[in-house]
């Protein structure tokens, strides 16, 4: 059986940076296998607890058995962080004394080929974090016109848009794309690596994934429904992967500065050391960028 496994990223720079309070509830917004959550227990004292919150039903289920050590100090609830408000109410939390996403998905994610999430593994084309979600990637590759799959996977960085695109809907009046294979192999063949550090696949993987759940929408919507329910002298800290997400956090946490009301306490992103790059690729693009409630 395989073992599943995920180290947090820039672990110690969350709990230096996110504690204020030595007490009330803190929120993991993306409880993943619950490291960062059980990171946040053992330095918290007893009177506080952590509200772990996962879209993926299997994650949530997986990270409630791990934490089951901590007791009532841990709540588990399934749900898209974009109801954070709505999450919260339906567990009776009405204020927080800090909060963090981990955006993404875990390494269980990539590493489970049925999930159909990573090129290094052949899988359905799917990339749902939540199953009961109706978009998938297959929908996506076998169903939308040329215009959005093209618009997608530009904006979401990749070059070659136009010549994947348009191979895709070739390959698809055949006989639809069904596997990650069979899409991986379409882009390695009409855009072949140069030289490029990362697979040509990735960033049409990326958008896939980007679109099918929705991920920029959540994470808007996300950060406007926590800011209310933080109290003073708190903080929301967000880590991000690639930089059209940082993006977005850059520009949301800025503007609530100028708003009033915020505080940056990170000016610049907090990026991991060598020596966690070194001994967790995943880490190397991570970015943490963490504001205060005034
Ligand atoms: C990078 S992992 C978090 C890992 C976690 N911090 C840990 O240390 O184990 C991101 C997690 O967030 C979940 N997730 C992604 N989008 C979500 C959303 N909109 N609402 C709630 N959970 C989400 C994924 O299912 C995944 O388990």
Redesign the pocket.
């Known amino acids: 059986m395989t073992d599943y496994t ?4 820039l672990a110690e720079e969350v709990v230096n940076l996110l504690i204020t309070e030595k007490k009330g509830t803190y929120v ?10 059980s990171l946040l227990l053992a330095a918290l004292p007893e009177e506080a607890s952590v509200l772990g ?4 039903p299997e ?1 949530a289920a997986m ?1 409630a058995n791990k934490l089951e050590t901590f007791g009532a100090r841990v709540k588990i609830a399934q ?4 109801n954070i408000d709505e999450i919260l109410a339906r567990e009776g939390v009405r204020s927080l004394s800090g909060v ?1 996403f ?5 390494s ?2 990539f590493d489970k080929p049925s999930r159909g999430f990573s090129l290094k593994h052949n899988g359905p084309l799917d990339m749902r ?2 199953p009961d979600n109706p978009l998938t990637a297959y929908t996506i590759i076998n169903q939308w016109p040329y215009e959005q799959i093209e618009h997608l996977i530009r904006v979401c960085g990749e070059r070659h848009s136009r010549r994947i695109t348009r191979a895709v809907l070739e390959s698809r009046r055949a006989k639809p794309l069904e596997t990650t294979a069979e899409l991986t192999a379409l882009i390695e063949r009409v855009a072949p690596a140069r030289g490029e550090k990362i697979h040509p696949a990735t960033k049409t993987f990326l958008a896939l994934r980007v679109a099918v ?1 929705y ?1 920029f929408d ?1 994470l808007t919507r ?1 950060i406007q429904k926590v800011m209310p329910l933080l109290k003073p002298g708190t903080r929301m800290g967000i ?1 991000t ?1 690639h930089s059209l997400e940082d993006r977005i956090v850059k520009e949301t946490f800025r503007m609530m500065a100028n708003m009033g009301g915020w505080e940056l306490v990170t000016r610049k992103p907090v990026k991991p050391s060598e020596e966690e790059v070194a001994s967790n690729k995943r880490a190397r693009s991570a970015k943490l960028r963490v504001i205060e409630k005034l």
């Open positions: 995920h180290v947090p990223v993991d917004a993306t409880l993943g296998m619950g490291g960062h959550t919150i996962d879209w993926d994650m990270a749900g898209n962080f974009a963090l981990d955006l993404g998905i875990s269980l994610h974090i939540n759940n991920e959540n996300g880590i992967f």
